[in-house]
């Protein structure tokens, strides 16, 4: 089969387009075709291992560190094939499997890897059906960016009808659909901060108003007290937003703090601190399909690269300008 696989850490120039192997499913497992997949941060940590430039107080090499033991080796990784994400039918299931068929039209996350091939092996427990009103590739472009989105507000912060929600980096791959979970499931009332290319593409998605970044400091101007500030891309921090926060609001950043898990931490003006970590269960992957079938939330996707370009995918994704998901496409 086609695959990409990364035999060192390094630069998105380590991935190399390969023929190898098909894997063979175990007793848990089923084999899928994969069609596509998409870029997170994880993929970027996989191939580079190295910890991500939010981290902070000083931790950034032990999460590092975390994240290429996660991955299986210290001076490379174990697990070759990079990609979370995946979207494909179920070819073969192992003789354990007992709640998927052969032509299941699947979808989900693998914590460790494989998605960039052809097929990939995987236990049944990670997988949830493929939302009907999707095609493959635009479905492969949902796990991942989605999951931190999903616990800001389902585990950390959760609007209620009509609050003021600020999310900060709006027209990124999880702020996308993070406008819309606060938006359409919740019910909020939602500004979106972006730069001013995608002014027009956030209010497009359900954004009641959008602050271009380039035109100012929003935290000392606007006067709208938020009842949320969800700072998808780390660029304020609680001391900055302290006046445009209500006095009982709560402020959520995805700075990964102790482990690669870990991808968000709130604060509130009354200092309380908690912690979100990832969720890319096959319960999350079937709540997100519920709500992209009753027309709630849908994926913005950037650009579609072939599996061939890769190296293209991840240049783009690691520039920090996606407007929305980057996704790979693997025919
Ligand atoms: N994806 C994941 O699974 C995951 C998990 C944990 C943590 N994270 C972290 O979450 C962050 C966002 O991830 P992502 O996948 O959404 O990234 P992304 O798709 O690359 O989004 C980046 C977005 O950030 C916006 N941006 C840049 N500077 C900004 C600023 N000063 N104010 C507001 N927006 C700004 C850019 O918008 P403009 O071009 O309009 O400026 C761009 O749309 C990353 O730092 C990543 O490390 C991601």
């Not at 960016?145 to 791959?173: H, M, Q, Y």
């Not at 898990?261 to 997100?288: C, P, W, Y």
Request: aromatic share 8%; hydrophobic share 35%.
């Amino acid at each position: 089969m086609k695959a990409v696989i990364c035999t060192k850490f390094g630069s998105p120039k380590v991935l190399k387009y390969v023929e190898i192997e098909k894997p063979e499913p175990k007793d848990n497992e089923v084999l899928i075709r994969n069609f596509g997949t998409s870029i997170n941060t994880v993929d970027m940590l996989h191939r580079g291992g190295k910890a991500p430039k939010v981290a902070f107080f000083g931790i950034g090499r032990l999460v590092g560190l975390g994240l290429r033991l996660s991955f299986g080796g210290l001076r490379k990784p174990k697990q070759k094939i990079v990609g979370g994400g995946f979207c494909g039918e179920i070819v073969s299931v192992g003789k354990n499997v007992t709640d998927w068929n052969v032509g299941d039209q699947v979808y989900g996350y693998s914590e460790k890897g494989g998605a960039c091939a052809e097929f990939m092996a995987i236990p049944s427990e990670f997988l949830a059906k493929k939302p009907s009103n999707l095609s493959f590739v635009e479905a492969a472009a949902v796990p991942g960016g989605s999951s931190p989105a999903l616990i800001a507000f389902r585990d950390l912060a959760t609007p209620k009808e009509g609050d003021n929600v600020l999310i900060i980096g709006a027209s990124g791959g999880i702020g996308t659909f993070a406008v819309q979970m606060a938006k359409n499931i919740y019910g909020a009332k939602v500004t979106g901060v972006c730069g001013p290319t995608n002014v027009e593409m956030v209010k497009s998605i359900g954004a009641d108003h959008v602050i271009d970044y380039s035109k100012g400091d929003y935290t000392k101007t606007s006067d709208i007290k938020y009842d949320i500030i969800l700072d998808v891309v780390s660029v304020q921090n609680l001391s900055k937003c302290k006046r445009i926060l209500a006095s009982d609001g709560t402020y959520v950043s995805n700075n990964p703090i102790s482990s690669p898990r870990n991808v968000f931490h709130i604060i509130t003006g009354n200092k309380q601190f908690k912690t979100g970590n990832a969720d890319e269960s096959a319960a999350a992957m079937e709540t997100l399909r519920e709500w992209i079938e009753a027309g709630k939330v849908k994926p913005v996707i950037d650009k579609v690269y072939p599996l061939i370009d890769t190296v293209k995918a991840h240049e783009h994704y690691e520039s920090g300008r996606s407007k929305g998901r980057v996704v790979i496409s693997i025919e």
